[in-house]
């Protein structure tokens, strides 16, 4: 099982930028899914979180700007950043609350994507 991270990038203050995770492996159920991220010195902070039947939960900082949203059928979850902020710059991380065919529930985690917000 691996998550895969696509969609960081450079953008203007102001600016929009989507993220995408993709879970593929031998997957039974994925529950929770959602992003962190970081910055240098600093600890990993939850950015947002989507349980499986859609209900999201924001950091308080993002709230009204991000949007997150998840595809089932896909194990695919997406992160919207509106109105980017230069306090967005980080590396982003998606993870997963998994149910594997070979290992149990356990928690998957994307190799990290950089979002650079320029003033």
């Known amino acids: 099982v691996q998550l895969q991270a696509f969609g960081g990038g450079l953008v203007q203050a102001g600016g929009s930028l989507r993220l995408s995770c993709a879970a593929s492996?031998?997957?039974?159920?994925?529950?929770?899914m959602g992003w962190y991220r970081q910055t240098p010195g600093n600890q990993r902070e939850l950015v947002a979180e989507?349980?499986?039947?859609?209900?999201?939960n924001f950091a308080d900082s993002v709230k009204d700007r991000f949007t997150i949203s998840r595809d089932n059928a896909e194990n695919t979850e997406y992160l919207l950043i509106n109105s980017a902020k230069p306090e967005d710059t980080a590396v982003y991380y998606c993870y997963a609350d998994l149910l594997a065919a070979t290992k149990g529930w356990y928690t998957y985690w994307g190799q990290g994507t950089q979002v650079t917000v320029s003033s």
């Open positions: 989507i349980t499986r039947g859609g209900t999201a």
């Open positions: 492996g031998s997957i039974v159920s994925i529950n929770a």
